[in-house]
């Protein structure tokens, strides 16, 4: 696996994206309610106070000591109980159907994938379909009929970490973000 998804500022945590299936998989889990560069650093965080980034291992973990390792200071997000318990949740279920083989995530059709995503603590419909446009824009996995499971996040509007390859279009996205939250507080008024 080698992709081009560039979001962190960070050249470890952004090469460990491109390159491991769990760190994109928890990146994505902890796409929520923080910046996504946070989000996606946590990854390398939790490799660098493991000692490493193993499917297997993470479940076979005490989920309380997971707990206590994703609130060390600073915290690997910003509920980071609730993010750690979804990871070992993520990581057990990984070990269970797919001996901890992540990228079988993403084999066969898209329609597929979509519903193993949804099947991992954490992932909802929006998340999965996200998931899915990352894998097609940013690694080349493009399962049968990816377009349209993943939809809208397939198309070319700079909208999610699908579309992030550098700073540039992080700062397209997040001021997509931006102008959105702004139309849906006007509505409001």
Do not use: N
């Not at 600073?74 to 070992?88: G, K, T």
């Not at 979509?114 to 603590?121: M, V």
């Amino acid at each position: 696996m080698d992709g081009t998804l560039r979001i962190t500022g960070d050249a470890v945590a952004d090469g460990l994206l491109r390159t491991d299936p769990l760190a994109l998989v928890i990146g994505m889990l902890l796409d929520q309610q923080v910046p996504m560069e946070w989000a996606f650093r946590g990854p390398a965080t939790l490799r660098e106070r493991l000692g490493h980034l193993d499917c297997r291992r993470i479940a076979a973990m005490d989920e309380e000591r997971l707990v206590e390792i994703c609130c060390e200071p600073p915290a690997i997000h910003r509920f980071p109980a609730v993010m750690a318990r979804r990871i070992h949740g993520v990581c057990v279920l990984l070990v269970d159907r797919f001996d901890g083989d992540v990228e079988r995530l993403w084999d066969g059709p898209a329609e597929h994938t979509y519903r193993r995503l949804r099947a991992l603590p954490g992932f909802g419909d929006e998340k999965a379909r996200i998931l899915i446009a990352i894998l097609a824009k940013r690694y080349g996995i493009r399962p049968d009929e990816w377009e349209r499971v993943c939809a809208p996040f397939g198309d070319s509007q700079p909208r999610t970490a699908a579309d992030v390859d550098g700073p540039e279009t992080l700062a397209a996205v997040k001021a997509w973000k931006a102008h959105r939250r702004s139309v849906g507080r006007s509505k409001q008024d």
